[in-house]
């Protein structure tokens, strides 16, 4: 295969794997699952914005002073491509790599639509809001400063008191946990550990991220780990476990070079 | 075609069409799209437990006193099967009769019940609220008083009390619209007028069953039909249109005849 690598730009931690953030372990988990070659370019924080201009990555949002622009971004050097947003490179993915294992079958791609936005609301808004504090000092100190300060713009107070340890936070961590269940639920319907039964798709890329965002921020010997694979008899833990092998990475370079 | 016609259990009212429950018509355009012979038998609410006991449903949900009754129930002479849940109706019926409209393609089970119960708290949950003081009038005696009862107990308040006109019930009715908008962002990332692009699935059915109770319970020259039909630029009347074939109610008989 002639192909080049592909370059997926992530945001560094001091953790061992130094990929931390859910959104963008969706990309890496796409990219692994899929075996399609690439490398990562480590980007702090306070220069994504300057990054993505320079390379013409397109906003994610819109804030009242102007575009927003976030990681995930993979640039194509084989086509030219820059996609940002995890969904979006995964259905990038599959058009352009069709030989690969498909994310985003046929005719369900507002359905993976439907589940992305709702376990963004169900499971990663709590889980963020529980490792809001946690995430501060495993980030780079340019990252740090960064994080903290726009976070606590956004929330409107320090990033310990979003919430703090007490029956806030463990109620925070119960409505994850419901949300799980939730999950667990609909994937009943189907006949499998997946969301679609016996074939994954993107919305198992999604589980996947969550479920190791857990593992990363408060270890194996975690009660919060331990909730997690233990929720609905232990139904995550095997879920966890059949798709494990996608979650590694590679040593990467700072910058894009 | 040997087939004996099926039974679907509805609710009556005194509305032109009869049925008139979203989650009763949801049954009926499975029936319809896939087109089953049925005939309908009305079952007044205080009557639908014993009705559900004696021909052997099951109960859909539970509560302090014991197993909760509910319609739409599909009765299946040409098997013995006794179903209840229009999800559940829609499933059996793919299964037994395959050469039909399949409702729910492979693999995506889940993803219908995740749409089936999304729907349910951002679109039905809040017409109904808007719907209530409307309700009552238009079932017959029996029901009326029965509807008016449960619903004061559940709501703890006169039913007029719930989402009185003003600016909380027109607040429920903004948000109700913007739950559509919701649906209509997911399938965009499809390409079709469907949930599944251009292929009808039990998603389509539900959203066609909530745009036809706005009908029933405002009529079309109302603010509330036309509202439906310009939410994102027209896109629900063409959708309407598209499935409005399948809205229909055969005469039906009253009692287990």
Chains 1, 2 share one sequence.
Not at 71 to 91: C, E, R
Not at 104 to 119: I, L
Request: proline share 7%.
């Amino acid at each position: 295969m002639t192909q080049q690598p592909l370059i997926l730009y992530d945001i560094p931690s001091t953790t061992p794997e130094k990929a931390w953030s859910p959104n963008l372990w969706k990309a890496r988990l796409a990219l692994n699952a899929k075996g399609i070659p690439y490398r990562t370019v480590w980007v702090e924080y306070p220069d994504i914005a300057d990054l993505c201009k320079r390379i013409g990555a397109e906003h994610t949002g819109m804030r009242p002073n102007g575009p927003h622009y976030t990681l995930p971004v993979v640039q194509d050097p084989n086509t030219g491509a820059i996609v940002s947003d995890s969904f979006k490179i995964a259905q990038y993915l599959d058009k352009t790599y069709p030989d690969t294992i498909r994310l985003v079958p046929d005719g369900t791609a507002a359905f993976q639509a439907m589940f992305v936005e709702t376990t963004t609301y169900k499971v990663m808004f709590l889980m963020y809001k529980t490792f809001l504090e946690k995430i501060v000092p495993l980030l780079n100190p340019r990252s740090s400063e960064y994080f903290r300060r726009t976070r606590e713009a956004f929330f409107g107070v320090k990033i310990e008191e979003v919430a703090p340890p007490g029956p806030a936070r463990d109620e925070t961590w119960k409505e994850m946990l419901d949300g799980l269940s939730l999950v667990t639920k609909w994937e009943a319907e189907g006949k499998g550990i997946f969301m679609m039964g016996e074939t994954v798709s993107f919305a198992d890329i999604v589980m996947l991220a969550l479920l190791h965002w857990v593992k990363i921020m408060e270890g194996v010997e975690s009660k919060e780990w331990k909730d997690v694979m233990g929720t609905d008899d232990g139904r995550w833990a095997k879920f966890y476990q059949a798709l494990e092998k996608w979650i590694w990475v590679d040593e990467g370079s700072y910058g894009d070079k």
